[in-house]
């Protein structure tokens, strides 16, 4: 296995992207790269040249993180003859509306389970939810209970169908779904350059999940990159435990190992979290007013307003280095702040 660090650009990059990924199955739901640009007003309030990743624009499903991940995790699942394909969440997940979406466009049975009490018949849908009823999504609700019920009940319903004579799929495996952010790193690092933006910090959400490792993998590659992950969900040891091994098992699966491990690569943070997963602090809120207000960009209150959170208060507490260019990665979720309207409201206004 070769231990590298890799940079390169044009033609050289798009070698490497080749080399690392085109032996990978996958199917192609991004018509091309998305946005990289500059936040002119919300950089100069806080005092830093500034850059938006738009992973908020895309053409499939209102766009976000989980297309780039579903690119490998249903290239995988055609290449294995799948037809029907199973996903999880809350009712709000953007991953259920997204495979859904996905799903429609290449015509495959989509099974949605929602670890939620089925809604009342009088109770009107918000939201990604709303967005799911509209694509006609078989939907299975089964009840509140903690993700791993969820996951027995996503493998209760492949066996199922296979009895049925189905061949069903299960979205989830972390190390295919980070493969989307490993090829969007060099992305970013390609549209950086060509913008001739020296890129040196990104600032992202941390979950334990496919995105933030795979990017940090992608990023660790090209080095001199400090990646800046705020916690939605876990403290860093917990977060760590849950990474290291995706990060372990892409070097493995694409033959390469970084130069630059993780831990040196990256900084985190969980100063922001708040009360925890999906409780929106009110400097949360007041981030989504705030890049609203100077960029007419959206993000909702669970992943991207923590990330813009730390960014700012770093900013003006002059934590991050004078001049040096900073990336707020927007990883999409839009949709959901129409389900989280509630949120701004203590009084008749926002």
């Known amino acids: 296995m070769r231990l590298a660090r890799l940079w390169y650009t044009g033609k050289k990059q798009t070698g490497v992207i080749a080399m690392l990924l085109d032996s990978v199955p996958r199917v192609r739901l991004l018509s091309g790269e998305t946005p990289l640009e500059p936040a002119l007003r919300l950089g100069s309030e806080l005092g830093l040249p500034l850059l938006i990743k738009r992973d908020d624009v895309m053409s499939l499903g209102m766009g976000g993180n989980k297309v780039r991940?579903?690119?490998?995790?249903?290239?995988?699942?055609?290449?294995?003859?799948?037809?029907?394909?199973?996903?999880?969440?809350?009712?709000?997940?953007?991953?259920?509306?997204?495979?859904?979406?996905?799903?429609?466009?290449?015509?495959?049975?989509?099974?949605?389970?929602?670890?939620?009490?089925?809604?009342?018949?009088?109770?009107?849908?918000?939201?990604?939810?709303?967005?799911?009823?509209?694509?006609?999504?078989?939907?299975?609700?089964?009840?509140?209970?903690?993700?791993?019920?969820?996951?027995?009940?996503?493998?209760?319903?492949?066996?199922?169908?296979?009895?049925?004579?189905?061949?069903?799929?299960?979205?989830?495996?972390?190390?295919?779904?980070?493969?989307?952010?490993?090829?969007?790193?060099?992305?970013?690092?390609?549209?950086?350059?060509?913008?001739g933006a020296p890129l040196r910090h990104v600032f992202i959400s941390a979950s334990a999940g496919p995105t933030e490792t795979g990017l940090l993998f992608g990023l660790c590659l090209t080095g001199g990159i400090t990646v800046h992950l705020v916690s939605v969900e876990y403290p860093e040891d917990e977060f760590y435990r849950a990474a290291q091994p995706i990060f372990s098992a892409l070097c493995e699966r694409l033959g390469i190992t970084p130069a630059v491990q993780p831990q040196n690569a990256a900084r985190f943070y969980g100063g922001w979290l708040g009360g925890g997963y999906a409780v929106p602090t009110p400097g949360a809120l007041e981030a989504v007013r705030l890049l609203a207000r100077t960029e007419g960009v959206f993000i909702e209150t669970v992943y991207n307003a923590k990330v813009l959170c730390a960014l700012s208060d770093m900013a003006r507490g002059g934590r991050l280095p004078a001049g040096e260019t900073v990336?707020?990665?927007?990883?999409?979720?839009?949709?959901?702040?129409?389900?989280?309207?509630?949120?701004?409201?203590?009084?008749?206004?926002?």
């Open 69 to 195: 991940s579903l690119e490998f995790w249903l290239g995988e699942a055609m290449s294995q003859g799948c037809d029907t394909v199973l996903v999880g969440g809350l009712p709000q997940s953007n991953l259920c509306r997204l495979t859904a979406a996905a799903c429609a466009r290449l015509g495959l049975d989509c099974l949605v389970v929602h670890n939620a009490p089925e809604p009342g018949a009088r109770e009107i849908p918000q939201g990604n939810a709303l967005l799911n009823r509209l694509m006609g999504v078989r939907t299975l609700y089964c009840g509140a209970v903690d993700e791993y019920e969820r996951a027995r009940q996503l493998r209760i319903q492949a066996e199922v169908l296979r009895a049925q004579g189905h061949r069903p799929y299960i979205i989830g495996d972390p190390v295919t779904g980070a493969l989307g952010y490993v090829a969007a790193a060099f992305e970013l690092c390609s549209q950086a350059e060509r913008m």
């Open 327 to 350: 990336c707020f990665y927007h990883t999409g979720g839009a949709p959901a702040l129409f389900g989280q309207a509630a949120q701004f409201f203590d009084g008749p206004a926002l």
